[in-house]
């Protein structure tokens, strides 16, 4: 049985065409000899009222209700789809296009990634594309999860390279396969009060590579990582991803990472806001971050976020496995802040290997330190219950892997920080539901943390605090939740 989500947003749209503005022609399906019957292959149809669309500039491509099964769809410039409700794009069990040859760059990135072309609807430099109306496009469990895809079988719903000016609208993606949307190389893009229903598929979203996007006002539920930014070399090129929102919306994972940088990585990553979320599953990270390939990752902020159901709350990590041409120099992470996070019930909602809770971990290198974190009214009430002899866990270096599972135990019940300098904790509370006998934090090779009107429950064990190989610690201000002044070790 698959989950469906429940509830649905409700919005009125009124167009008004301004004084001497024409309106846009509109090209309905079912005159291109489109059925809407659930039975005969529609896509031929829906394709010649694209390409008329296109051809007459910026017009509206109608999807009436009903239920059309469809192939491979191709997208063309200067078009709006309105899909309206009660229409059901459904992908047909044959006759998707074939992935297209990528023989020099696939090696960089998993099949997935690589190929742009077997998906129920793709586009090619493709600008001015618009999705509106309350309409689904559904994979109906055709399309594919995995890395051998049958001839005539797809495995993505919506796939854009080289777009520009996109924008979806209240349209909802169902059943999606290895992605509901997958972008790279695009510039551009506005996506509002959409739904992604694939629990039991994998990606959500992936912005591969693209800049100036906004996702706002939506909900996405996936299996693997619900919405994630990525840079890979499956285009033979790596873009700077810049200028990039995610806001006012609901996010689950239900086994892998909620809101996620990598792991591909190989361009770099800037001035990306996450703000007013709620994240209600992620096996692993709820708020991830991980360099593997090269990337400088920085200038990003997360504000007013709640976690739920997460194994693994805040996760940064850099790596080196390096999975780009030119041997990449290690990468940066750099000036990320945190505000406003709270995190309650935080274990993961599936069994995945590994445990079903770590600690939030900070992980950088001995030769690419995390620097400048700031923690700023950060509230997580973590599941507790470790012995005290965890304590003294020292977490494996890991360069080639990047799940939290990786370092397992921490050695703290509230924060492990690794190779960092520059670290701030702001009026911030770290408790745990059942009593545990580690530290709240425990830093290895850190330099410069500072705690400033922080409580922290009070450990079982003999510590509070544990500075290993640190130095340039303050603390002030802060207690334990009751008061109690804080125990610290240094070693």
Known sequence: MRRRLTGAFVALAVVV????????????????????????IDSVAIDKAIAAASAAGNGIVEIPPGTYLSRSIHLKSNITINLQQG????????G???????????????????????ALLWGENVENINFTGKGVIDGANKLETG???????????????????????????????????????CNGMKLDRIT??????????????????????????????????????????????????VRDSTIESTENNAVQ????????FRNIQFRNLRITGASKAGLGMVSMDG?????????????????????????????????????????????NITGTNLTAPRDIPGDPEYAS??????????????????????????????????????????????????????????????????DSTIEFDRNDGRPAFTTDGVQDISLNGVKVERSTGATDLQWRKSSGTSVTNSTTTSGQALRARNG
């Not at 301004?18 to 019957?37: E, H, I, L, Q, R």
């Not at 992936?206 to 100036?212: A, G, R, V």
């Not at 940088?261 to 770099?268: A, H, L, P, R």
């Not at 504000?303 to 990449?328: A, E, F, M, W």
């Open 361 to 426: 971990t900070v992980s950088g290198r001995s030769d690419s330190k995390i620097t400048g974190l700031t923690f700023d009214r950060v509230k997580l009430t973590v599941p507790g219950n470790h012995k005290e002899s965890d304590a003294v866990k020292s977490p494996p270096e890991v360069s080639g892997e990047y799940p939290p599972r990786i370092f397992g135990v921490r050695p703290a019940f509230g924060f492990w920080i690794r190779n960092a300098t520059d670290v701030k904790f702001l």
């Open 147 to 185: 890395e051998n895809i049958p001839a005539g079988k797809g495995d993505k719903m919506l796939s854009l390279k080289f777009c520009k000016n996109v924008n979806i609208t209240g349209v909802t993606f169902r059943e999606a396969g290895h992605f509901a949307i997958i972008t790279n190389g």
């Open 17 to 40: 065409a301004p004084v001497g503005v024409a309106k846009a022609t509109s090209f309905n399906v079912k005159d291109y000899g489109a059925k809407g019957d659930g039975r005969a």
């Open 196 to 245: 992604v229903d694939s629990p039991e598929d994998r990606d959500g979203i992936n912005f591969i590579n693209s800049s100036n996007i906004e996702l706002s006002n939506s909900t996405i539920v996936s299996s693997d990582d619900a919405v994630a930014f990525k840079s890979d070399y499956a285009t033979g090129r790596t873009f700077l991803s810049e200028n990039n929102v």
């Open 96 to 118: 998707i296009d074939a992935p297209e040859p990528n023989p020099t760059y696939r090696r960089y990135q998993d099949f997935g990634h690589s190929h742009f072309r077997n």
């Open 295 to 339: 990337a400088v990752i920085e200038d990003v902020l997360y504000d007013n976020i709640q976690l739920t159901k997460t194994g693994s709350p805040i996760y940064l990590h850099v790596g080196k496995r390096g999975r780009c041409p030119d041997n990449p120099p290690t990468g940066k992470i750099r000036n990320i802040t945190y505000r």
């Open 261 to 268: 940088f990598g792991s591909e990585t190989c361009g770099s």
């Open 87 to 94: 229409a059901r794009i459904v992908a047909s069990g044959s």
